[in-house]
């Protein structure tokens, strides 16, 4: 499955931001209850194998007794499956023994699966000079709505996950950049560079990138100031000044009477 949107026979799963589920394209009411949105997020996201009973009891109801906890897991696994039901008649979660899990013999899309396919297409690409590293990096970016499960913020299991995915799609948007500014495309690496440099303040590369847009496109009193918010933003998290890299392009954009070029800048 190449989109977003499920097709008859498919679980489509969006665990990229918000949590959302389809089956046979009709959405599943996973806001019905926490607990059932936890059940059904840890289901797909670890479908490749069984997961015991016990082990869903200690991960979605860690300070729970296990009396507790098994009682707690039957209440949310009816609720999951009524809410599956009234999406579709497909039976989606299947016991064996004492463990559960998303039915093999369905086929099973998310958001993460589709994101990191994309994002290394991008860098095989990217690595032999192809021009369709900017395609699969592009829809790569699209798909990161946001933090994997971002409404379960506080979930022990997600939360190695969400940091290596945050880690990656900040990559992948810095490698974006990097493209967009080879290309000529100054605007669009600016706007990408601010929205990733929101999210990680000290990076000084996209921090340098954004300067050399600024420069680029004639507006040389944003690229000093970029220049002065990133010392600010390094000296108040590692006591750490820019590095020599930086401050190079910082002198040769304050020094010139005239706007420096292009390759200039992306030089310096």
Sequence with gaps: MNGTSATAGVVAAHLLGRFRLSVDGNPVDVAVRRRVRDVL???VTHRRVPVPRDVLMDVIWPGS????????LHVALSGARQSLRAASATP????????YRIAPALEVWTDVEQFEREYSAGRRAEVAGRPAALEHYERA???YEGEFLADDPYSDWTLGRREEL???AIELRSRLVDAHVRGGAFAAAAALAR???DDDPCNEHLHRQLMVCYAATAMRHLALFQYHRLAEELWRAFRARPSARTQRLYELLRRQDAMPTSAEVLCA
């Design 41 to 43: 997020a840890y289901l």
């Design 65 to 72: 007794t296990p009396a507790q906890a098994r009682n707690s």
């Design 92 to 99: 989606v979660i299947e016991r064996h023994h004492d463990s």
């Design 141 to 143: 970016c699209q798909l």
């Design 166 to 168: 945050r880690l990656s």
């Design 195 to 197: 929205r990733v440099i």
